[in-house]
């Protein structure tokens, strides 16, 4: 990912209004990527606050978006099958993707089933074949934790330099197998849209946005010209006045 001084944020009144703007970008980069490239390659993520864009793109109905020209990946897995209840695939797939008419064959899950090592080197080859080089997405939807993870890239993961594009990750809590994209994939993307949300978010925003970059909020490293954070007024309550 570069890194620069001045990342790209947004503030919001609500959860709601942040995920209709993301939802509206969304329509936007798909409609623009479908005319140029035939197709839109978008990575999904997991975690409450991407729920509420997935339910409410799930309600939006089948020509929301361009949806048999969709390319859908995960930007990480939790190393269960795909019915667990810690699927991130499942959590999209049921409020979602199962609604609309996606081409199964352009779903592409991260097999987390078949272990963290396995998965990740089968996902990497096959992004390589379905994006071609460089393997560049137009979309990554991410998410930050309260510890500064982004993805499945905790703090001081190996995995953050690495120069491969999946990896095997460890997380410090349950379910603790996962595979992630690694900064090197997420840095190539057209855009990253970072959404966070809620009180318990500030700290970590302000640590990610206003002090420097680092591997202990892996978060902090979204900061190229290619990421966008979509905050709520509440995560963003500790950062300075100037970025609304
Ligand atoms: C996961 C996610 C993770 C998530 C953050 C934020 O699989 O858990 O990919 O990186 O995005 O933990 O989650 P919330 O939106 O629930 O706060």
Request: hydrophobic letters at 45%; a positive charge; charged letters at 25%.
């Amino acid at each position: 990912m570069t890194r620069s001084p001045a990342p790209r944020v947004r503030v919001f009144p609500t959860l709601e209004a942040l995920t209709e703007e993301a939802a509206r970008t969304l329509r936007r980069d798909a409609a623009a990527a479908v005319t140029r490239r035939g197709r839109f390659t978008l990575a999904l993520v997991g975690g409450q606050t991407p729920e509420v864009l997935y339910r409410l793109l799930g309600a939006a109905g089948p020509r929301a978006l361009p949806y048999p020209r969709l390319e859908i990946f995960w930007s990480d897995e939790r190393a269960v099958p795909p019915g667990h209840r810690d699927s991130n695939y499942r959590l999209a797939w049921e409020i979602w993707l199962s609604r609309v008419p996606v081409d199964p064959r352009r779903v592409h899950r991260i097999r987390g089933e078949e272990g963290p090592d396995a998965a990740a080197a089968r996902y990497e080859r096959e992004l390589r074949r379905t994006l071609g080089i460089p393997p560049r997405l137009d979309l990554i939807l991410l998410g930050v934790g309260r510890d500064g993870h982004t993805a499945s890239l905790f703090p001081h993961a190996p995995a953050l330099r690495s120069a491969r594009l999946v990896e095997a990750a460890v997380a410090p809590a349950s379910p603790r197998k996962r595979v992630t994209f690694t900064p090197a994939l997420i840095g190539a993307a057209r855009r990253v849209l970072v959404l966070a949300a809620g009180r318990e978010k500030a700290r970590v925003v302000e640590r990610a946005l206003a002090h420097p970059p680092s591997d202990t909020v892996p978060a902090s490293l979204l900061r190229g010209r290619n990421v966008s954070w979509l905050l709520d007024r509440a995560a963003a309550a500790r950062l300075v006045r100037g970025h609304e």
